[in-house]
């Protein structure tokens, strides 16, 4: 893989997001009829680790509130531990962009063994050659191409294009969404390529906050809603990049005690839909970043009017798709400020082939 006019693989799979996402939506191999039909599916359950757990907390939200699926989620490395109860006519998703993490492959091997072939088990993945892909019962990979910076970006974008496909799927199958409503989800999709590079235009904005964050120890990220597995990716995405301190909370969770964390050292990220009209979730998240300057630290506000980075308006469901672009650069830059070797962090591989 060439690098091109990009000094790392991080930034150049950063910029390949509106690709990603055209061809995902317009990807004619996603063959969603490997899967059940909704009469045959009770329940969904997801595993995954780290970012791809992230989108699995997405594809959750989607799955339940715009398809109506019970759906759980738990993190592949929990799964032994505590594996879910047994459940009738389920869908289990197992999401790894390698498709060759350790304890991604263990929990769908466990699984496999106690069902007995009752459960359906299907791989979303990056490699439809791995072990993940070709154990399962299905497979419908993620194709965004080769991602070489262990920092997964653009494999997450496409898994979350991949999820709301799924949920778009099993809404119209279950008549949660008539077919206007559909057309105009689709006219929105459609639209996001572009609005991505208009975040993407904003590098140097961001790359300018990064800039005043060189010595900060401890970042706090909020989200509600389906942007709050969104904090937690950005935050991930600064630990493993950056070694900052960062942890993504839900905004309302983070009043019940985490709050007492901040001081004038120690920042928030608060991500705000930034759809045309306000919604409950940009009220809820702007109440919080309220309460955290008047105790005296600083919010940098992502989306919404008066936000240090403003984002293009878009539907908050959507808006995953955009808000996440500004973390991975925020990351990405604020590593380079630290002279940190970006696409090949210290203590971590691409994939964990044993925990
Ligand atoms: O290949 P996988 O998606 O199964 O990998 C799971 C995690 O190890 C991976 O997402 C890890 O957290 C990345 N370094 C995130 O950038």
Redesign the pocket.
């Known amino acids: 893989m060439a690098l091109q006019k990009f000094q790392h693989f991080m930034l150049k799979e950063i910029y390949e997001q509106p690709e990603v996402i055209r061809h995902s939506l317009n990807d004619p191999n996603k063959a969603f009829q490997v899967l059940p039909t909704l009469d045959q599916v009770e329940e969904i359950q997801i595993l995954?680790?780290?970012?791809?757990?992230h989108a699995g907390l997405v594809g959750q939200f989607l799955l339940e509130q715009v398809a109506g699926i019970p759906t759980r989620v738990r993190s592949a490395s929990e799964f032994l531990a505590a594996p879910f109860p047994r459940t009738r006519n389920t869908l289990l998703m197992v999401?790894?962009?390698?498709?060759?993490?350790a304890d991604?492959l263990a929990a769908m091997q466990a699984v496999k063994q106690s069902s007995g072939g009752a459960f359906k088990i299907l791989a979303i993945?990056?490699n439809s050659q791995s072990s993940i892909a070709t154990e399962a019962d299905c497979e419908i990979s993620v194709a965004a191409g080769v991602e070489t910076s262990?920092?997964?970006?653009k494999?997450?974008t496409a898994q979350l294009a991949l999820f709301y496909g799924l949920a778009f799927f099993y809404a119209r199958q279950g008549q949660h969404l008539s077919h206007e409503q559909l057309k105009g989800w689709n006219a929105q999709l459609d639209a996001l390529p572009a609005q991505v590079e208009k975040v993407l235009q904003q590098e140097a904005t961001i790359a300018a906050i990064a800039a005043s964050l060189k010595d900060t120890k401890t970042l706090i990220l909020l989200g509600t809603g389906i942007n709050y597995p969104l904090a937690l990716e950005g935050a991930?995405?600064l630990k493993?990049t950056t070694y900052t301190h960062a942890e993504g909370y839900a905004a309302g969770e983070f009043l019940h005690g985490p709050i007492a964390l901040l001081d004038q050292t120690i920042p928030a990220i608060a991500i705000c839909p930034s759809q045309p009209s306000r919604s409950a979730s940009a009220e809820r998240i702007l109440k919080v970043a309220q309460k955290i300057s008047s105790n005296g630290s600083d919010v940098i506000l992502l989306g919404g009017s008066d936000a240090a980075i403003v984002l293009p308006p878009c539907e908050e469901l959507l808006s995953p798709f955009l808000n996440i672009v500004p973390l991975q650069l925020l990351a990405y830059h604020l590593a380079i400020a630290r002279t940190i070797d970006v696409d090949r962090p210290r203590n971590?591989t691409?994939?964990?082939k044993s925990s």
Do not use: D, M, P
Not at 48 to 53: E, K, L, R, W, Y
Not at 95 to 101: A, F, I, K, P, Y
Not at 150 to 153: E, F, P
């Open positions: 995954a680790c780290g970012t791809s757990f999401v790894s962009q390698s498709g060759e993490t991604v993945t990056n262990v920092a997964a970006t494999t997450f991930l995405k493993e971590i691409k994939f964990l």
